[in-house]
Nanobody, 128 residues
Framework: QVQLVESGGDSVEAGGSLRLACAAS????????MGWFRQAPGKEREGVTS???????YYADSVQGRFTISRDNAKNTVYLQMTSLGPTDTATYYC??????????????????????WGQGTQVTVSF
């Protein structure tokens, strides 16, 4: 079973950038589709991005072109580079792992939040 710990959350001004990291232990992330989700107060959890075991990436329309997901299997870590941040990006960001090796599965699970393991989350606050 994989354990996930997020880091890198912070308070930033609009237009700024942040990089979140998700460190995994207990299992290698090479066997998992990895994803980032976020949840703002009073709103449902939203799938932000996922990356398949083969490196295919998928993004929500709201972050396309601004956010980049990457994985370093040697470090057992997944990253989320966020740029051009705005107040609507304010949320708790969660890292997650899904036991699927297919690109189709990795993309569909981002939409359904069908991931098997979750981190505790890291807070991102964006203000003017």
């Amino acid at each position: 079973q994989v354990q996930l710990v997020e880091s890198g959350g912070d308070s930033v001004e609009a237009g700024g950038s942040l990089r979140l990291a998700c460190a995994a232990s207990g299992s290698t992330i090479a066997d998992y589709c990895m994803g980032w989700f976020r949840q703002a107060p009073g709103k449902e959890r939203e799938g932000v991005t996922s990356i398949s075991t083969g490196g295919a990436t998928y993004y929500a329309d709201s972050v396309q072109g601004r956010f980049t997901i990457s994985r370093d299997n040697a470090k057992n870590t997944v990253y989320l580079q966020m740029t051009s941040l705005g107040p609507t990006d304010t949320a708790t960001y969660y890292c997650a792992a899904a036991a699927t090796r297919t690109n189709t599965g990795c993309r569909s699970r981002l939409q359904t939040a069908g991931f098997d393991h979750w981190g505790q989350g890291t807070q991102v606050t964006v203000s003017f």
